[in-house]
Nanobody, 114 residues
Framework: QVQLVESGGGLVQPGGSLRLSCAAS????????MGWYRQAPGKQREEVAA???????NYATSVKGRFTISRDNAKNTVYLQMNSLKPEDTAVYYC????????WGQGTQVTVSS
């Protein structure tokens, strides 16, 4: 079993930045792909960024060039740096570990509003 705990969400003005963190209860990065997903009210959950076990990254078109996913193996933590935030980025953001099993965090709210 793996626990994932997200943090770092909040209220930010358009154009601002936030950094989300996802702390895993144990080191799984060599086996699991770590992803950030988001779900806005009335919309389906979508993947916005992922980092594979080998370190390769992928981004949704809507966030490419603005968001950066990274990880710190020593801290068992994955990050999502979000810059140039837009109101349409408002959502609950979830961390997911995808591999032999699938684990989800509880989510953290990000609100972009003036």
């Amino acid at each position: 079993q793996v626990q994932l705990v997200e943090s770092g969400g909040g209220l930010v003005q358009p154009g601002g930045s936030l950094r989300l963190s996802c702390a895993a209860s144990r080191n799984i990065f060599s086996i699991y792909t770590m992803g950030w997903y988001r779900q806005a009210p009335g919309k389906q959950r979508e993947e916005v960024a992922a980092i594979g076990s080998g370190g390769s990254t992928n981004y949704a078109t809507s966030v490419k060039g603005r968001f950066t996913i990274s990880r710190d193996n020593a801290k068992n933590t994955v990050y999502l740096q979000m810059n140039s935030l837009k109101p349409e980025d408002t959502a609950v953001y979830y961390c997911r570990a995808r591999g032999p099993y699938s684990y989800w965090g509880q989510g953290t709210q990000v609100t972009v509003s003036s």
